[in-house]
Every structure is written in structure tokens, then in C-alpha cells.
């Protein structure tokens, strides 16, 4: 097949044992799809065998793996989130990939979503490819919004009222978790965003209002407040319908609904404000620079693997994850009709806009957080708050 075709040529064709490529991943709800993927593309030749190995989520792995390069025995290939991402470019951690990719037909490249495909090229060149691709989507207690005779909110100033039609009686309309991707959102529906040309931009008027939005609902009892921490307990709360909205990955949906025993779930995209616009989340398989020529090859020949429309589909189905190719669209058309929300939510790749690509945001989100902690939960002004984070942000190495 064409898109394996440098890959295999790269690889040590003489020799009669498989090049090994060790696969760390933080799909641990997906772990027994990711292994069976892993199988059948070790099934499918005999040039590599592809292991895959639980690193941890999201926030467990990239310690795991800086502790694994100092002790040279980093993996080949590692699924690093987004924000991690930067971080590993600017050190100088991963391999240059240009090699594999400029042999990727046109056709291809250009059935990517441009923001998807975009995010993994930094500094004119290419680090990372797209796999697991999310975008935030609403979550809502179907029985409570009919009970108010009240739609999926489209914009934030209906979800206000929304949230406040709802509320009351010891329950609350709005689950707002201070998490940076989720307010970057907000951010992003009111045309700003909290990184601008390189360096933190939490002053702005945007990021202000999007955190006063927030404030203005946690304070007036529409809106319930969590911590980072607390995502856990927002989720329980949320299915035992408590708090009735929720905006939360869309690779959630899942864990929602079986949870979701109390409540009938519903899912909308999320909502608007001067515009519509959507960060991606997910992940970038990168490889490491320590890996041998042999096992880049395996590794790119695992993510084309991986692209195979077919392989995207069964992904897809199997975690609610987005497609990062459009062809993969009409062979979801029967999943799309079981649940027809599912159209809506996957459609919001068409506002998809970037995450921060820069390796200090690693850093400077955990100000972010805080600031929206010390607002929703501790009172504080969102101006004042994102003040101390801008400082905080700017004197940070």
C-alpha cells in the first residue's frame, strides 16, 4: 500500500526478527481498542512489532517519561496531550518526522482537518501526528431542560438563563470546573484567546469576561464550582443530577451515559458568543529522537496504520473520539443515525481552532487554573486573579 510504503522501505528488511517499537499511551478506557489495533497491525506484516503500554493520563505520563529519557529508556512512540506537546519540541526530545510525511500524497495530507494537521509542525517542521482528536462538548440532563420547557443553550447568554432556570431547590444549572481547556473555549467563543504572539495574555478583555461569566453564575447560585481535582466529583454530581450542564470532552460521552442511571444525557455543541469556535484537545504521537531510524520507521508505519479509514472508524465508534480525516465521515453515517447529536457534536471541527503551541503553556495553565479557582470558589476579582496570574506567567522560566 502507498502510505506504508517509505516506512517499510526504511525498515531493516534483511533481518528476520520484527523491529520493536514500544507504544506509550494514556487511553486507559480504550486500553483492550488500542490493543486490539496494535494487534492487527502486527498481524498485517512482518517488519515491526508495535507494544503498547498504560503511561498513565494525561497529567501522570509526561513525568513518566521525562524520568524514563534521563534513564535512556525513553519508548519509541509516546501519545503526548496537546500542551505537553510544545514542551517536548523546545527540548529538543523529539525526532523530525518531515522524512515520513513529505512521502504522504497530497490527497492525504489534504483530507486532514487543517487545524488538526497544522498542530503537530512547529518551527517549519513536522513532530507531531494527529490520532485522538476531542473537542469540548455540553452535556445536559435532557429531563431537567423539558421540565423547564427550555432548549440546549446555542449562545453563553442563554446559557445563563438557562443555568438559571434550572437552579434552585439545591440544585444548580452549571458545572463550572476550573480546567484551562474548557474556559479556553469560552475564551475563544468571544474572540480572544489566553496566548497571544508567543506570551501569556490572561488580561485581556476576552479571558476577563469569560472569567466574569463564570463568577457572575458561581456567585449567583446558577453554577456550581470545582477545582481541577475535583473533576471526578463534578461528573458524579452531574449524573445524579445535581448539577444539570456540563461541558466536558467529548470522549466523556461514554462514561457519561453508562453512568448516567438518574438522568437522561443529552449532548449539544458547545455554545457561542461573538463567534463560534472550538480548541481541540487530544493528543500528538510524537517519536522520541532516541528511538533508531528502524523504529521511527515502525512508528509512522503504526500511525498510517492507524489512519486507514476503517481503523478511524472502529476508533471512532469504539471512544467517541472526532475523526482527523474528513473520508472518515460517511462510513460514521449508521453511528451518526443511532444518536443523531453525535452529527452536531463532530461537526464543531469545522470552527476547530488551536490550543496554545508553546512550550512555556505547560507552565503557565496551572497559573491559569488557579486564577479561576481563587474567582469561582475563593471569591477573588477575575480581574485581580488574572493579573496575578499574567505576573506570575511572565516571571515564570
Known sequence: MRLLSLALLLSCGASAAPVKVTFWHSMDGSRDLVQRLVNDFNRSQSQYEVTPVLAGDYREAPGKLDAAIRSKTAPALFQAELTYFPKLVAENRLANLDRFANSLPAE????????????????????GLPWNVSTPALFYNARA?????????????ELESTAKALSGRGKRGFVAVAEAWTFEQIVAA????????????????????????????????????YTVSDATRAAVDFVRGIDSMAVASVANWTDLG????????????????????????????VVLNSASVEEQAGAFAFWQFLMQPKNLQSW?????????????????????????????????????????????YDTWRGFLEEAITKTIKGGALAREALEEAQRRALSAK
Open 316 to 360: 471512532v465508534e469504539g471512544t467517541l473520539y472526532l475523526p482527523p480525516r474528513k473520508s472518515v465521515q460517511p462510513l460514521l453515517s449508521d453511528f451518526f443515525k443511532q444518536n443523531p447529536q453525535r452529527a452536531a457534536i463532530f461537526a464543531q471541527l469545522d470552527h476547530a481552532v488551536s490550543r496554545p503551541r508553546v512550550a512555556q
Open 108 to 127: 492525504t495530507v489534504r483530507d486532514f482537518y487543517p487545524a488538526v494537521w497544522a498542530y503537530g509542525e512547529m518551527n517549519g517542521k513536522r513532530f
Open 145 to 157: 431542560l423539558r421540565r423547564v420547557n427550555v432548549a440546549p443553550p446555542k449562545t453563553y447568554a
Open 190 to 225: 468571544h474572540g480572544g484567546s489566553v496566548v497571544k504572539d508567543g506570551a501569556p495574555n490572561f488580561t485581556s478583555p476576552e479571558v476577563v469576561t469569560s472569567l466574569e461569566l463564570l463568577a457572575r453564575m458561581t456567585r449567583g447560585g446558577t453554577a456550581s464550582a
Open 258 to 285: 453508562r453512568l448516567g442511571i438518574f438522568i437522561e444525557v443529552g449532548a449539544a455543541p458547545v455554545p457561542c458568543a461573538v463567534k463560534c469556535a472550538v480548541p481541540f484537545g487530544g493528543a500528538q504521537l
